[in-house]
């Protein structure tokens, strides 16, 4: 059974960080594109990152690039997102995803290709 379990959610000023994690089970890391959504309430789910699974490329959402970093450590066996600089309009859960289409599979910010979801992690920003 497929499971990915964030962590690292919580309540932060305008302007501060905060680091995801994710951890997965049941996939075999660097065998699958990891990404990071979001979902304010009352707004859609929207892409913020996603990583290659041998995470080299990398892939950012206009509104996070610069302030947000994605990156995986296969010791770990841990996906991140770093968030620095954070704004009011970041604030939402926080979704890690698996892409599992294969090596092949270029980087997506479509939903519908993870395949694997966790159940996210809230992200408050105070103004």
């Known amino acids: 059974q497929v499971q990915l379990m964030e962590s690292g959610g919580g309540l932060v000023q305008a302007g501060g960080s905060l680091r995801l994690s994710c951890i997965p089970s049941?996939?075999?890391?660097?065998?699958?594109?990891m990404g990071w959504f979001r979902q304010a309430p009352g707004k859609e789910r929207e892409f913020v990152a996603a990583?290659?699974?041998?995470?080299?490329?990398?892939l950012y959402a206009d509104s996070v690039k610069g302030r947000f970093a994605i990156s995986r450590d296969d010791a770990q066996y841990t996906g991140y997102l770093q968030m620095n600089s954070l704004k009011p309009e970041d604030a939402g859960r926080y979704f890690c995803?698996?892409?599992?289409?294969?090596?092949?599979?270029?980087?997506?910010?479509?939903?519908?290709?993870?395949?694997?979801w966790g159940q996210g992690t809230q992200v408050t920003v105070s103004s």
């Open positions: 990583i290659e699974w041998t995470g080299g490329d990398t």
């Open positions: 049941g996939l075999s890391f660097g065998r699958f594109n």
């Open positions: 995803a698996a892409d599992d289409r294969g090596s092949r599979a270029a980087l997506s910010p479509i939903g519908g290709y993870y395949h694997y």
